[in-house]
C-alpha cells in the first residue's frame, strides 16, 4: 500500500469512529468524500484485495448510516452497490468476507423493506444462509448477522405469510439474545425483536402463551434498553404487545400499562416529525381502546387530539390515510358518546376523502377503512333514514368482505357490520330477502372471528338480534329460542364494565320480551337464568339494567331500551312499570338535548323523540297520574323553548343600553312565569 492511500484510509476510519462517538452528520460527510477520493485515486488500484475490501466496506458503512439520517436518499442504493464491491474484493480465505457478506444482506434487506422488491429480500436470505454458519464456523461473533438475519425472516413471513420462517426467525432471534458477551443496551434491542416475532406468532396461532412471553421479554428490552436508541423501539412494541393482550380479554390493568408506555414513547420522539405523527397515531388507537373499555371520555378526546396532530406530519400516504381512518373512527366514537351530529358528519366527511381519493387507490382498497366508512354511514341513516346512506353503507361493507381473507378479523368484522345494514334494509318494502342474507352474514362472521374475543360475543349477539326479527315475523318459537341462546352466550363473554355489554344486554331483553308476548311469559327452560324466573321478568330486569347503565355512558342506547321496554310494559297494561320505563327515556333525552350545538341538531332528536313523550303521558294517565301526564308531553317542546330563551338571554343587556330597559324587565318577568308553569 502506497502512503497516501494508507494515510487516506486511516482518516476515513478515524471520521467514522468520530460519528460513533458524536453523532455528528458532518464527520460521515467527510468519511464519504474521503472515500470517493481514495477509491479514485491512482494508488487504490495496487492495494491488495483484502486492504481494497476494507476500503470498500469502510465507504459503505459510512453510506449505510447516512441513510439512515434521510436527507440522502441515493446512500442506500450506494451502500448496497459499496458492500457489493467489498465481498467482490474480498478472496474467498479472507476471515472478513463472511462478515462483508452479512453487511451486503443487512442493507439488501432495508433495499427491501424501502422498493418491497422481493429479488433483495432473497439475496439477503441467501447470503445470511451462508455468512452466518461461516461466522460462528470461523468462532467469531455472529450475534449481530443472527439478528439481522431474523428480522429477514421476519420480513418473508410478513411478505408470504410462512408460519416456518417466523418459526425459524423466532429460532434466531434467540440464539442472538443469549450472546451474553454482548452489551445489555444491544441485547435489548435483540430482545425486542424477539418480542415482536413471538407478537407476530401470537396473532398468527392465536396462542396466547406466545404472547405472554412477548410480553415478558419486551419488559425485559423495556429495561435494558433505557438511555439507547433503542428505547422508544422497546416502548412501543411493549405497549402494542399488551395492546394486544388486552383485546383477548386480560384485566384493564394491561390496557392502561399500553397506553403508558406508548405515551412514554411519544414523550422521547420530538414533536412535528413524520415518526412522533406515527407514534401519537398509534398512542391515539390505545386510547381509543381504553375509552370503549372504560367509558372515560377525557382519553377520547385525548385521542382525538392525536390524530389530528399526527396527519399533518406523515408524509407517506397510506400512513395518512391510516391516521385520518383512525380520526373519523374516533369522531364516530365521540359522536355515540355525546349524541352531537356534527362528530358524525365530520367523521364522514373524512373517510370519504379517504376511501374515494383517486390518487390513494391502494390505500382506499383497505378493507378496514372501508369497513369502519360503512359503520359510520350506517350510523347517520339511524338518525335521518336516508336511503343513499344505508346503500352506500351496504356497499362498502361488500367491498370490505371481498378484499379481506375468509377467516381473518376484518372479514368477520365486515360481514357482521354487513348483517347489521341489510337487518335495517329489510324493514324497508321491497327487500324481505334481506333478512335471510344478514343471519348468513352474522352465522359467517361468528365463525370468522376469534375464540373468546369481545368482537366475536358482539357478533354471536347480533346473530341473536336477527334470529329474535324472524321469530317474531313468523312467531316461531324455535327462532326465539336460538336467538336468546346466543345472546345469553354473549352476555356471559363480554366483560360487565365494556359498554358493550350495555348493547348485548339490550338486545336479550328485547328476544324475552319477544319470547314472552309469543309464549305468554311461560318459565325459562334455558339460558344463565336463575331457572325460576320467567321471561317476563327477566326482560324487565334486564331493561331496568340497561336503561340505568346507559344514561351516563350511551344516552342514545338509554331511549331506544327505554322505548322498547315502554312500549312491551304498555301492551301488556303495566302502566307503572312504563311510566318508568319511559322516564328514563325522557331523561336520556334531555341529557343528549344539552350537548347538542345547533337548533336543528336538536329538533333532530326531538322529532325521533315525539313517542317517548306521548307514550309517557298515555302511561302516566293510566296510573291516574294527569299532572305527571301533561308535564310529558310539555317536556319535549320546552326543552326547544329553553333553548330559544337562553340563546335570546344573551342579548337582553343590549336592550337597556339601546333606550328599552322596559322590554328587558317584560321579558324577564316572561321567562318567570314560564318557569313557574313548567314547574307545575
Known amino acids: 500500500m502506497t502512503d497516501e ?74 451502500a448496497v452497490a459499496w458492500c457489493g464491491r467489498a465481498l467482490g474484493a474480498a478472496q474467498d480465505d479472507d476471515a472478513n468476507r463472511p462478515s462483508y457478506a452479512c453487511n451486503l444482506a443487512m442493507i439488501l434487506v432495508e433495499r427491501y423493506e424501502r422498493d418491497q422488491g422481493r429479488a433483495d429480500l432473497d439475496e439477503a436470505l441467501a447470503l445470511f444462509e451462508w455468512a452466518v454458519p461461516a461466522l460462528e464456523s470461523a468462532g467469531r461473533q455472529a450475534s449481530v448477522g443472527l439478528h439481522n438475519q431474523g428480522l429477514a425472516l421476519l420480513d418473508l413471513y410478513q411478505a408470504a405469510h410462512d408460519v416456518a420462517a417466523l418459526d425459524r426467525a423466532i429460532d434466531v432471534l434467540r440464539r ?48 435494558w434498553t433505557t438511555g439507547s436508541d433503542d428505547h422508544v423501539a422497546a416502548l412501543v412494541s411493549l405497549g402494542n404487545a399488551l395492546l394486544d393482550r388486552s383485546e383477548m380479554g386480560r384485566p ?114 383497505v378493507p378496514e377503512r372501508r369497513q369502519n366508512f360503512g359503520v359510520c354511514l350506517l350510523t347517520r341513516f339511524k338518525r335521518y333514514r336516508s336511503p343513499a ?24 368484522a365486515a360481514t357482521n357490520s354487513l348483517g347489521n345494514a341489510l337487518s335495517l334494509r329489510f324493514e324497508r318494502p321491497g327487500h324481505d330477502d334481506d333478512l335471510a342474507a344478514a343471519i348468513s352474514a352474522y352465522e359467517e362472521a361468528v365463525g370468522s372471528a376469534r375464540e373468546n374475543s369481545i368482537d366475536r360475543a358482539m357478533y354471536r349477539a347480533n346473530l341473536g338480534v336477527s334470529l329474535m326479527q324472524r321469530g317474531q315475523r313468523s312467531q316461531a318459537v324455535a327462532d326465539l329460542d336460538a336467538a ?26 328485547d328476544s324475552l320480551a319477544a319470547r314472552a308476548a309469543v309464549t305468554g311469559g311461560a318459565v ?35 331511549i331506544g331500551s327505554a322505548l322498547s321496554w315502554g312500549t312491551w310494559a304498555i301492551a301488556r297494561r303495566s302502566f307503572t312499570e312504563a311510566a318508568e320505563a319511559l322516564g328514563y327515556g325522557l331523561q336520556a333525552l334531555e341529557q343528549l338535548f344539552l350537548v ?35 308535564a310529558a308531553l310539555e317536556r319535549g317542546r320546552g326543552l326547544l323553548l329553553s333553548e330559544a330563551l337562553q340563546r335570546d338571554r344573551a342579548e337582553l343587556g343590549r336592550l337597556a343600553a339601546l333606550g328599552w330597559p322596559d322590554l328587558q324587565e317584560r321579558y324577564e318577568t316572561a321567562v318567570s312565569r314560564w318557569h313557574q308553569l313548567s314547574r307545575r
Open 524 to 558: 325459562t327452560t334455558s339460558g344463565t337464568g336463575t331457572g325460576t324466573d320467567t321471561d317476563t321478568e327477566r326482560a324487565r330486569q334486564a331493561y331496568r339494567s340497561v336503561t340505568a347503565s346507559s344514561l351516563e355512558r350511551l344516552p342514545e342506547q338509554a
Open 176 to 223: 442472538a439474545a443469549d450472546d451474553s458477551t454482548q452489551p445489555r443496551a444491544v441485547l435489548g434491542g435483540y430482545l425486542n425483536s424477539l418480542g415482536q416475532a413471538l407478537r407476530a406468532k401470537a396473532d398468527a396461532a392465536s396462542d396466547p402463551l406466545a404472547l405472554d412471553e412477548a410480553v415478558d421479554i419486551l419488559r425485559r428490552a423495556r429495561e
Open 389 to 412: 346512506d344505508l346503500d352506500q353503507a351496504i356497499g362498502q361493507f361488500q367491498a370490505a368482505a371481498a378484499v379481506s381473507p375468509p377467516g381473518s378479523v376484518i372479514h368477520a
Open 596 to 630: 347538542q350545538v345547533t337548533r336543528l341538531q336538536k329538533e333532530t332528536w326531538l322529532r325521533d323523540s315525539q313517542e317517548i313523550a306521548a307514550q309517557a303521558a298515555y302511561a302516566l294517565a293510566r296510573t291516574g297520574d294527569l299532572a305527571g301526564a301533561s
Open 5 to 78: 492511500p494508507d494515510n487516506a484510509a486511516g482518516r476515513l476510519r478515524a471520521a467514522l469512529l468520530s460519528y460513533g462517538e458524536t453523532g455528528d452528520p458532518d464527520d460521515l460527510d467527510r468519511a464519504i468524500s474521503l472515500s470517493d477520493d481514495l477509491t479514485q485515486n491512482e494508488g487504490f488500484r495496487y492495494l491488495d484485495r483484502a486492504d481494497a475490501a476494507i476500503v470498500w466496506s469502510l465507504g459503505a458503512a459510512a453510506r449505510i448510516h447516512r441513510s439512515r439520517l434521510g436527507p440522502h436518499p441515493q446512500d442506500l442504493d450506494d
Open 252 to 365: 384493564l390493568q394491561d390496557l392502561e400499562q399500553s397506553a403508558s408506555y406508548l405515551e412514554q414513547a411519544v414523550s422521547l420522539v420530538a414533536p412535528g416529525t413524520p415518526r412522533w405523527g406515527r407514534l401519537a397515531s398509534n398512542l391515539g388507537n390505545a386510547l381509543v381502546a381504553v375509552f370503549r373499555t372504560t367509558g372515560r371520555r377525557a382519553a377520547l378526546l385525548r385521542a382525538r387530539e392525536l390524530f389530528e396532530g399526527a396527519a399533518p406530519t406523515l408524509s407517506d400516504s397510506a400512513d395518512q390515510a391510516a391516521c385520518l381512518s383512525n380520526l373519523a373512527a374516533c369522531l364516530e366514537e365521540l359522536h355515540e358518546q355525546t349524541g352531537d351530529i356534527s362528530f358524525l358528519d365530520e367523521a364522514i366527511a373524512v373517510f370519504r376523502g379517504t376511501v374515494n381519493d383517486p390518487a390513494k387507490s391502494a390505500e382506499s382498497a
Open 484 to 509: 336468546i341462546r346466543e345472546q345469553e352466550i354473549a352476555t356471559a363473554e363480554v366483560p360487565p364494565a365494556a359498554q358493550e355489554h350495555i348493547r348485548v344486554l339490550a338486545g336479550l331483553a
